[in-house]
């Protein structure tokens, strides 16, 4: 009995020892709105006109030991584009582009995280834009993350991409004198800053 007891410890840092690391758990980040822009850019004939979203919700569910096992969930209130001229974003809003009123919402769901570089990835997911869904592709470079100073952990990105509107049906335009007032390609530039979700 006392060797039993003596060899117990033993025993259980063995069975420690050899059984599979625990697998980390995900981190759940929410953005930090007023510091996150949404922005595109459009060429308008001969230069490119940008413009943003301004409300916007989701969580990044990020594995830092398996980066591939990471996702990202994005709501944006279509309604909320922001060009700055009043009379080119009601024409945005209306069934010429967005149509805001029946299609409210436009979202992201990723289906795939893929290391492209050092920090640097390819995320894979569904866009949706007026009931359209379409898979995309963006570059995802991270920027690391930094206490907020107050207990909390912040973390950063920068994203682009590039997306055909007409794909959506995002498909209005006008012919001057043999020319299209509008490119069907939008740039996209994504600056995001997200705070580590308590449990």
Known sequence: MIRLRRLAPLVALTVLALAPAARAEKETFTFDKPHTAFEFKVRHFVSKVGGRFTKFDGT??????????????????????????????????????????????????????????KDVYDVTGDLTIRGVTKPVVLTVSANGFA?????????????????????????????????????????????????????
Do not use: C, Y
């Open 60 to 117: 990044i569910e990020i594995d830092r030991a398996n980066p591939a096992a990471s996702a990202v969930h994005l709501t944006i209130d279509a309604a909320s584009l922001d060009t700055g001229n009043p009379t080119r974003d009601k024409h945005l809003n209306s069934p010429d582009f967005f149509d805001t009123a029946k299609f409210p919402q436009i979202t992201f769901t990723s289906t795939k995280v893929a290391t492209k570089g």
């Open 147 to 199: 206490s907020d100073g107050h207990g909390g952990q912040k973390a950063g990105f920068d994203v682009t991409g590039k997306l055909n509107r007409k794909d959506f049906g995002v498909s209005w335009n006008s012919i001057v004198d043999g020319n299209a007032m509008l490119s069907d390609d939008v740039d996209l530039a994504i600056t995001v800053e997200a705070n580590k979700k308590n449990p």
